[in-house]
């Protein structure tokens, strides 16, 4: 098993534009999840989805977007980069629903917004 | 709202010494607890994961144990090792919640 993969690891943008950072996992988790990790923040949740076709908003949705059509793969779309996006982001999954699972977490994407 | 405090925020010991992480939460309304490891530029790698009705669980070297109504965890390492340097983060599953609450974490190095 590869786990979970995140691509890129590593992606420049400029205020304005707009991308797609990749989650895929080949374990058959139902639960997936997107987290933004900041100096002195933690990690916090953007956005999660218990299975296909299933998301709903973490606690710092605001500018992402996502989509879950396939059990695999768990995109996570910045509409308009702006710099206060510039962050580490992971994706996790989990087998449970409800996440009471061992949590599983990508190398992450280190994206920076001039 | 659940807040989770991790102390100290930095940790340095020499080899071979047993050391003890400390994690304190305010709502006991807790899943479960699970402990991580980070290491400088990479994600998260589970360590340990206690369910809400245990108390300990332990792991080679490590031991972490859950107190509920203390709202506590401590992850245990016994003779540390340098390769035991990295960030450890503790996260919360909170009842009623689909999320997970972290820690800022604490930064251990073990000195050879």
């Known amino acids: 098993n590869a786990g979970v993969t995140q691509t890129p690891k590593f992606q420049v943008l400029k205020t304005g534009q707009s991308m797609t950072l990749q989650c895929a996992q080949d374990?058959?988790?139902?639960?997936m999840s997107w987290y933004r990790q900041d100096p002195g923040m933690g990690l916090r949740l953007i956005h999660y989805?218990?299975?296909?076709?299933?998301?709903d908003q973490g606690e710092v949705p605001n500018g992402y977007n996502v989509s879950r059509s396939t059990t695999e793969d768990f995109p996570l779309r910045l509409l308009s980069a702006a710099p206060s996006q510039t962050s580490v982001y992971f994706c996790?999954?989990?087998?449970?629903?409800?996440?009471?699972?061992?949590?599983?977490f990508g190398p992450g994407t280190r994206l920076t917004v001039l | 709202k659940q807040e989770v405090t991790q102390i100290p925020a930095a940790l340095s010991v020499p080899e071979g010494e047993n050391l003890v992480l400390n994690c304190s939460f305010t709502?006991?309304?807790?899943?479960?607890l699970q402990w991580f490891r980070q290491d400088p530029g990479k994600g998260l790698t589970s360590l340990l994961l206690i369910q809400s009705s245990q108390r300990e669980q332990t792991s080679g070297r490590l031991n972490a144990s859950l107190d509920k109504s203390s709202g506590r965890s401590t992850l245990y390492i016994a003779a540390s090792q340098p390769g035991d340097s990295a960030t450890y983060l503790c996260a919360l599953h909170q009842g009623g919640s689909e999320k997970l609450v972290f820690g800022k974490g604490t930064k251990l190095t073990v000195n050879p």
């Open positions: 374990m058959n988790h139902e639960y």
């Open positions: 709502d006991s309304a807790i899943y479960n």
């Open positions: 996790a999954s989990s087998y449970s629903r409800l996440g009471t699972d061992t949590q599983y």
């Open positions: 989805s218990v299975g296909a076709g299933i998301t």
